[in-house]
């Protein structure tokens, strides 16, 4: 049939001309049907890559359930591992060697920079606008800053970032390399992150210190997710 080279959008918005023309509760469920069969298997929405569109892009590991902006960008995706039920929205950036466990969101405009490793486990999230480094430059001057000229001339502060599980980052939080944020804990937004932190804790601030212990139901309510 000729309506297959057309997009699920607008296959969607001919269901709904249809509505309009047609009465009849008879037609109105079949009309729901088609709606609901359009949006299954991966293309629920067009801004999001299909399962086919990812594997094609060459994701190193890719999960069930997972969907991707067409915004977002992956460098080395050969180097990147996603588990199931993995949400990523627009303009964020991964590039190196990331891996993210299950029930994860990264939300819109948040960066990992994975040179030397990135691990975010279960149930964490990062906020809007975070940004997660592995390698960072020398500010003090007495080293050259940038990709661009020789290694020689830099001078890199290194080291693997890992989130264990239920962390969650707030809006515009950053992280710096080598720093390990243990399970359970929260980051206020706009804090930086410059050494680990220990578990169920709520931490926040510039640096950020510790403000209170965080509560545990999440581990409960987990289980019943799985």
Request: positive net charge.
């Amino acid at each position: 049939m000729i309506i297959k080279n057309f997009s699920n959008s607008f296959k969607i918005s001919m269901i709904y001309v249809c509505l309009n023309i047609c009465s009849g509760i008879t037609i109105v469920k079949v009309i729901n049907k088609l709606e609901s069969k359009i949006r299954k298997n991966g293309e629920k929405m067009d801004n999001f890559y299909t399962r086919e569109e990812l594997k094609k892009i060459g994701i190193s590991k890719l999960g069930e359930n997972v969907y991707i902006s067409k915004k977002a960008s992956i460098y080395l995706p050969e180097k990147v591992k996603i588990g199931n039920n993995v949400r990523i929205d627009d303009f964020c950036i991964l590039s190196g060697n990331i891996e993210i466990g299950n029930y994860v969101h990264i939300a819109a405009y948040t960066a990992l920079y994975g040179k030397e490793g990135i691990k975010i486990s279960d149930f964490c999230g990062c906020s809007a606008r975070c940004i997660i480094y592995s390698a960072v430059d020398d500010f003090s001057g007495e080293y050259m800053i940038s990709p661009m000229v020789p290694k020689e001339y830099t001078n890199l502060t290194r080291g693997k970032v890992i989130l264990e599980k239920y962390v969650q980052l707030g809006a515009n939080t950053i992280v710096m390399p080598d720093v390990s944020i243990k399970e359970g804990t929260c980051v206020g937004a706009m804090s930086f992150v410059n050494k680990g932190l220990e578990e169920w804790g709520i931490y926040a601030g510039i640096p950020c210190k510790k403000i209170k212990n965080r509560k545990r139901n999440i581990e409960e309510l987990s289980k019943k997710i799985k």
